[in-house]
């Protein structure tokens, strides 16, 4: 009798003294071996059994539940289903063989038993399920790590964008919770347009998700620009304005550096890259840097352009007093179709009392 709790335990089902004693002792010397003399007992030690067997020996010709019946039980149960089942049978008929195993059997031993035929049989079986069990495990470690360094992955994501984020917000100390408010104006627009059918397609959940964390680097071209343009307490010039025009291209030429440093072809601050080049393009085609119209200017960078401005219009600048949210509303339903995509304005109605709650939450 085998007690080594690594050996294979074999659940054999018989309904026939002498043939049961037979097949036991055949195999109590290689394995753990439970019987059962009736299908019924055989799905009762399965369902109570908190470690299943390894294998099932199951006789076909059994009163009340036959073994086909009982191989169709053990099969539909999704605690046994991967159980491999080997049938004793006397039976010879291959349409019986084949019915065995389309109901989900694994092989045939034959009555009378060969006692070298059935423990080869016995062991083929047993070595599959091992490696099957092996392949399983090793599939669901390999999720778990790769689960695991996707999140870690995501987080070093996360964490470079808001480092790069906050280091262009410290050369700007007026905009205050302005990185907040404005990529959480960004996700709520976004989910909105998503019912239009024209965006539908681009604004996946996770697309979305991506904008929502790429928002923050809209100004990080903004350290490039001195601090007696940057920090000017009233209104710029038209040759300061030109130079304050170029965080649209530093921000872009920074973005690209880090990019090639990840030097991976699908990288997850492309998103960033088009907020940051693109805008301050309008609608009409008299943004910049390019000049883009219409269509042609990124959904990303059409998203940041409204939620920017309507967070510029309710803040407090050295150079002008905060808007009241309705005026700001007001003004950017004006700049439809001439300063912002008209659809996102639309959707922005629709939104705007999300956007007022978010301005009061993350106030400065």
């Given at each position: 009798?085998?007690?080594?709790?690594?050996?294979?335990?074999?659940?054999?089902i018989d309904d026939t003294p002498?043939?049961?004693?037979?097949?036991r002792n055949l195999l109590k010397s290689l394995y753990r071996v439970k019987v059962a003399t009736s299908g019924v007992?055989?799905?009762?030690?399965l369902e109570e059994e908190v470690v299943l067997p390894d294998l099932v020996l199951l006789d076909v010709m059994m009163p009340e539940m036959d073994g086909y019946q009982v191989c169709k039980i053990i099969?539909?149960?999704?605690?046994t289903k991967d159980i491999p089942i080997i049938f004793l049978t006397s039976?010879?008929?291959s349409i019986d063989e084949e019915l065995g195993l389309t109901l989900g059997a694994a092989d045939y031993i034959s009555k009378p038993i060969n006692p070298s035929i059935a423990l080869a049989r016995v062991k083929a079986q047993l070595d599959t399920k091992r490696l099957a069990n092996f392949l399983k495990d090793k599939n669901s470690y390999l999720e778990v790590e790769i689960a695991r360094r996707m999140d870690e992955v995501t987080k070093i994501q996360d964490v470079t964008i808001m480092a790069m984020a906050c280091l262009a917000e410290t050369r700007d100390n007026e905009?205050?919770?302005h990185i907040l408010r404005t990529q959480n104006y960004v996700k709520v627009l976004a989910v909105e347009l998503s019912k239009n059918p024209k965006f539908a397609t681009y604004l996946t959940n996770e697309q979305i998700e991506i904008l929502f964390k790429s928002a923050p680097l809209h100004d990080i071209g903004k350290v490039g620009i001195s601090d007696n343009i940057l920090l000017k307490p009233g209104k710029l010039d038209p040759e300061e304005f030109?130079?304050?025009?170029t965080h649209t291209t530093i921000g872009r030429d920074a973005i690209v550096t880090a990019e090639k440093i990840l030097d991976t072809p699908h990288s997850f601050l492309q998103c960033a890259r088009e907020i940051a080049y693109s805008h301050q393009e309008k609608w009409d085609g008299t943004g910049y840097p390019l000049g883009l119209k219409g269509d042609d200017i990124p959904i990303s960078a059409r998203l940041m352009a409204l939620a920017d401005v309507y967070d510029a219009l309710i803040s407090k600048r050295v150079?002008?007093?905060a808007m009241s949210h309705e005026d700001a509303v007001a003004i950017i339903v004006k700049g439809r179709d001439t300063h912002f995509d008209p659809d996102m304005v639309d959707a922005f109605v629709e939104v705007a009392p999300i956007f007022e709650s978010i301005a009061f939450r993350h106030s400065d």
């Open positions: 009798m085998v007690d080594d709790l690594n050996t294979p335990i074999i659940l054999l002498d043939s049961l004693d037979v097949t007992r055989g799905l009762k030690i099969k539909a149960n999704p605690k039976k010879t008929d905009t205050g919770q030109e130079i304050m025009k150079y002008k007093p």
